[in-house]
């Protein structure tokens, strides 16, 4: 099966960059709400001073989504797409604007209380994410590899996007009374917006897109179930009374799995790196420095700026990687940063360490789009849907170990807890 858009007939790729366009911007509401709270974290600092938010609300965050991505991932063939994805949105529209509530409900005073309130809607972020980022991958890897890129530049879009607000936000509020709070409720705000605009652009916009629609229909005459209400969303008869056939003859998760299983562990480790040090290393391990308390907040927006431009050097031929030995030597070689970021941090300026931060970003980007649209290439529209919730559920696995592991920065550390 040829995955290239450009090898389709071009009457079949009208709306082709009003995909792309709609796919950043669900990329950018996949994890809205999660970078805003990353974001963010030098207010819950400073709220929560005792409880090392970044590294806690992390790790209440990252468990649930990979339970749910595993369970999405095992029944994935059998899910309605388009419902799955919508509650997705709407449970992360509907928790991002809880935190406005409790900071409200609270005036944003600090307490054990409100921390466990707190918990509880990052868990919601959790459920959300999983349900989303899966869902939405497993949907556009039986398309072409640029809506997917498209995607992926949406979630790197978000953080950058994310920086930017909090940088004016900061500089805005910095001298005024309650300058913080303020500046965190304008963020939580925003990206209630944008989640909500993402709900619409799911519901009614996309399905409706030529290109959309004929991806979904040659899945659907490839086998697969999961596009069935999205078909009738765009006013297509459902053709999957006819694909028994086929679809009996999918390959199975573990025999996708044993396929690709190289592709699994390269995003597993990519990820596992990059959240082993953003955030809770970039927060409390970095010293102080001249910047002072924007120090973290730089760091930040510098990792998710090199991380969006990393997302963009695969258009580039000659930099995406697509050999499968080349990737997982590249996953392999960003492991040396530990030790560079360990020694910067106890004797290097911040100079240095802005620029270690950058190369992890501009790495994790670019190693990412080259993953995810090459290893769905050469399945059938079911396979390639189940491989991208398998990519996925590994992505999130690193991330759930990247955190874990991110803890051993504090051994050493006088009054941790």
């Not at 858009?5 to 709609?22: D, F, R, T």
């Not at 449970?91 to 005073?109: M, P, R, Y």
């Not at 999205?230 to 008869?237: N, Q, S």
């Not at 050469?378 to 759930?400: D, R, S, T």
Request: hydrophobic share 45%.
């Amino acid at each position: 099966m040829v995955s290239g858009c450009e090898n389709q007939a071009p009457e079949k790729l009208q709306g082709k960059y009003q995909a792309m366009a709609v796919c950043y911007i669900l990329g950018v509401g996949t994890i809205i709400s999660w970078n805003s709270m990353l974001t963010i974290g030098d207010y819950y600092y400073y709220v929560f001073p005792d409880y090392h938010p970044s590294r806690v609300l992390t790790v209440v965050y990252q468990p649930l989504a990979l339970g749910t991505i595993m369970i999405f991932a095992y029944r994935e063939s059998k899910i309605n797409t388009r419902k799955r994805n919508m509650i997705g949105y709407m449970l992360s529209t509907i928790s991002t604007f809880l935190l406005i509530v409790l900071d409200l409900a609270t005036k944003g005073h600090g307490g054990m209380l409100p921390y466990i309130g707190l918990c509880a809607i990052v868990a919601l972020f959790g459920l959300a994410d999983a349900t989303v980022r899966g869902g939405m991958m497993g949907d556009l890897s039986f398309m072409c590899p640029e809506l997917i890129q498209s995607y992926m530049a949406g979630l790197a879009i978000s953080g950058a996007l994310t920086s930017a607000i909090r940088l004016i936000t900061k500089a805005a509020f910095e001298k005024s009374h309650d300058g913080l709070r303020k500046g965190a409720m304008i963020f939580l705000a925003t990206a209630t917006l944008i989640e909500f605009l993402c709900v619409i652009l799911y519901a009614y916009v996309f399905p409706k897109l030529p290109i959309i629609k004929y991806y979904r229909s040659k899945a659907a005459s490839e086998g697969s179930q999961t596009v069935s209400a999205d078909l009738v969303a765009a006013g297509i008869l459902n053709q999957s009374e006819s694909t028994n056939d086929s679809q009996n003859q999918r390959l199975s998760n573990k025999e996708l799995l044993l396929q690709n299983i190289d592709y699994a562990m390269n995003i597993f480790l990519l990820y596992l790196l990059t959240l082993s040090i953003v955030p809770g290393f970039l927060y409390e391990n970095t010293g102080q420095h001249g910047l002072g308390t924007w120090y973290a907040l730089v760091l930040i927006a510098m990792y998710n700026c090199w991380d969006l431009v990393g997302r963009y050097t695969p258009l580039v031929k000659w930099l995406k990687i697509e050999n499968r030995k080349g990737l997982t030597i590249a996953v392999l070689l960003r492991f040396f940063l530990i030790p560079a970021f360990y020694f910067t941090a106890k004797y290097g300026d911040q100079g240095w360490m802005i620029m270690l931060i950058s190369i992890l970003g501009l790495t994790n980007g670019h190693l990412s789009v080259c993953i995810l649209t090459i290893a769905p290439k050469g399945y059938k529209g079911p396979e390639q849907n189940a491989l991208g919730n398998l990519m996925v559920m590994f992505l999130l696995g690193g991330v759930f170990a990247g955190v874990a592991l991110d803890w051993l920065w504090l051994i050493g550390k006088k009054n941790v807890f």
